[in-house]
């Protein structure tokens, strides 16, 4: 009973029942074949995040640990992610500018204020929120994002100096420095990027005829960037890649994250609040996305809230142990996967694995070309490009092709800290702008049923005495004066309306605003020798009708059906 109870907050706990041989065996395999593929990425974010490359491996260790003990998911991989490492860049370099305070702390801090914000939001069950921002705009920004990582990345690659965190910037920066390209540099890493396409393409096929399993070729074939980062490391200490300056890694400390709380004032927290709150947002809603996803193909369930709290202890433990935020990863979550990670058991072996790595493997890395890393960040963040959602949403929904178009504009032309606030601009104006225009159609009877359908779209029946409204959706303060304007152009172009039906068969729920408006709607009709009727209302908003005066006032009636009210009437 104590363990039930316990696994609520902590549910890695639930695991312990049935844990056995056969579920250990697994979970250590998928961790160490997602601590192989965890370690580049590491490096590459901390250093897309402008942060050195042991950065990476903190933010790998105890973050993802912390989700192993507190997520629901069972295979959800938490650390460095691309969107959010740009995200962070741009918002530690705007806070570092003046030099009041150093690039390390304010990245640990800027984790532990989006991890604050990310448990408050769980403390109080407000999972739901990611209902709100738009996946069509959701899907622009992170389009958006990846394009201007792989710009920005552009410069590891050519080995020029190059700034910017916009499009224009970072292009024309890129082309003012284009003469210093240095040639083994871009060798280096056109090499990479073309091994780790044809990887993607072929790799599994050639795996296959060589004997092994669809689901271990698969696997072999996710992890071309360790290979890609092996051989590399090879070719740079056998052919001294730093004296033909090319940029390496260079020298990581070895050892495990140091366990700091990281400088606080008032100022740094005003500045760095708006920017982890986007992070929080952006990250759980991409965590949540991966995760439910995954869940739905084991027939698994996630808990929205308990996401959140996992999601915000990770940060703060990431902020607590000099990291930078973190979210969910979905190419290392879906290795996980794959791998057949049964529980987050296999989090906590990858953790353990990375800091074996920090410890014995530092020197190793030493060599490493910062252009591998570009590479290896390029070839992930162009696989989020998806410029179909401009033909889908043009196609489907003219707002929302404004919106993600908007969203993709600001965040290329004007940098991701205006794209997130567009992005989340333009989902809650979506909102606003259908939750004040619902569908409202004028009904006629479909001939020889009991059916009642929209007169401008079937062969319907009806009379001059009687119009009937069908509401499909809520009835709010926000909208209500959209049926009211329906009703008096209704009666204005048939004098000879004796009867106004409003069918709630589709409506939940009515406010305080939307009933003053019906009440005065009901009154006018009078006036107008014109009686107001409902029908097909449903229980919780007849309930909420019953506590009014409105039921008493109405001049008509309440009917069962709207076969019964057109019959009757």
């Known amino acids: 009973m104590v363990i039930q109870q316990l696994s609520r907050w902590f549910p890695i706990l639930a695991t312990f029942q049935s844990y056995d041989r056969h579920t250990f065996n697994r979970d250590l395999l998928a961790a160490a074949i997602v601590t192989v593929l965890?370690?580049?990425?590491?490096?590459?974010?901390?250093?897309?995040?402008?942060?050195?490359?042991?950065?990476?491996?903190?933010?790998?260790?105890?973050?993802?640990?912390?989700?192993?003990?507190?997520?629901?998911?069972?295979?959800?991989?938490?650390?460095?992610?691309?969107?959010?490492?740009?995200?962070?860049?741009?918002?530690?370099?705007?806070v570092t500018a003046s030099g009041e305070v150093d690039y390390l702390s304010a990245a640990a801090a800027l984790a532990l204020l989006s991890g604050g914000i990310l448990l408050l939001l769980g403390a109080l069950r407000l999972g739901m929120l990611a209902n709100f921002l738009s996946h069509p705009v959701i899907s622009?920004?992170?389009t958006a994002s990846a394009l201007l990582i792989a710009l920005s990345q552009l410069r590891h690659l050519l080995g020029v100096p190059a700034s910017g965190d916009t499009a224009p910037e970072l292009l024309l920066s890129l082309w003012q420095n284009v003469q210093n390209v240095n040639s083994l540099t871009l060798l280096t890493g056109l090499g990479v990027v073309i091994f780790l396409y044809s990887s993607r393409a072929f790799a599994a096929g050639f795996l296959e005829k060589l004997g092994l399993s669809h689901r271990s070729a698969a696997l072999l074939g996710k992890a071309a960037p360790v290979l890609g980062v092996l051989v590399t490391i090879a070719l740079s200490f056998s052919m001294d890649?730093?004296?033909?300056?090319?940029?390496?890694?260079?020298?990581?400390?070895?050892?495990?994250?140091?366990?700091?709380m990281p400088h606080f004032s008032l100022p740094l927290l005003q500045t760095l609040?708006?920017?982890?709150?986007?992070?929080?947002?952006?990250?759980?809603?991409?965590?949540?996305?991966?995760?439910?996803?995954?869940?739905?193909?084991?027939?698994q369930r996630v808990d929205s809230n308990q996401e959140l709290v996992a999601l915000g202890m990770a940060n703060i433990s990431a902020g607590l142990s000099g990291g930078f935020p973190v979210s969910g990863g979905f190419s290392r979550s879906v290795v996980n996967d794959a791998a057949g990670a049964q529980t987050q058991f296999a989090s906590l072996f990858a953790a353990l694995g990375i800091a074996l790595a920090a410890l014995f493997l530092t020197p190793v890395l030493y060599y490493l070309p910062k252009t591998t890393l570009a590479a290896t960040i390029i070839v992930a963040v162009l696989s989020l490009v998806d410029f179909s959602i401009l033909r889908k949403t043009w196609h489907f929904s003219k707002a929302d092709f404004i919106a993600v178009t908007l969203t993709i504009a600001v965040t290329l032309l004007m940098g991701v800290e205006p794209g997130v606030a567009c992005g989340v601009g333009a989902s809650l104006l979506l909102f606003i702008y259908r939750a004040s225009k619902p569908h409202i159609a004028e009904v006629g009877l479909v001939e020889g049923t009991e059916h009642f359908r929209n007169i401008h779209r079937h062969q319907v029946k009806t009379v001059p005495e009687i119009l009937t409204f069908r509401v499909d959706g809520r009835l709010i303060f926000s909208n209500i004066g959209v049926l009211e304007d329906r009703i008096y152009t209704g009666l204005a172009n048939n004098p000879q309306v004796k009867h106004v039906i409003l069918m709630c068969s589709a409506v939940n729920e009515i406010d305080w605003s939307a009933l003053e408006i019906l009440e005065s709607i009901n009154a006018n009709l009078l006036d107008r020798g014109v009686h107001f009727h409902l029908s097909e209302v449903k229980g919780p908003v007849m309930d909420c009708l019953e506590k009014s005066s409105f039921l008493h006032k109405l001049s008509g009636r309440v009917f069962l059906s709207q076969y019964q009210a057109f019959t009757s009437l």
Do not use: D
């Not at 490096?43 to 490359?53: H, I, Q, R, S, V």
């Not at 033909?244 to 994250?257: F, K, N, T, Y």
């Not at 609040?273 to 027939?299: C, D, H, N, Q, W």
């Open 38 to 94: 965890l370690i580049p990425q590491s490096l590459a974010y901390a250093l897309l995040a402008g942060l050195p490359a042991e950065v990476g491996l903190y933010a790998s260790m105890v973050p993802l640990a912390v989700y192993g003990i507190f997520g629901s998911s069972s295979t959800l991989s938490v650390g460095p992610v691309a969107v959010i490492s740009l995200m962070s860049a741009a918002a530690l370099g705007e």
């Open 140 to 142: 622009g920004f992170i």
């Open 241 to 260: 890649f730093e004296v033909h300056a090319v940029a390496l890694v260079g020298a990581i400390p070895a050892g495990l994250p140091p366990l700091t």
């Open 273 to 299: 609040f708006v920017p982890a709150l986007m992070i929080a947002i952006i990250g759980y809603v991409e965590s949540i996305s991966v995760a439910k996803t995954l869940a739905a193909k084991r027939r």
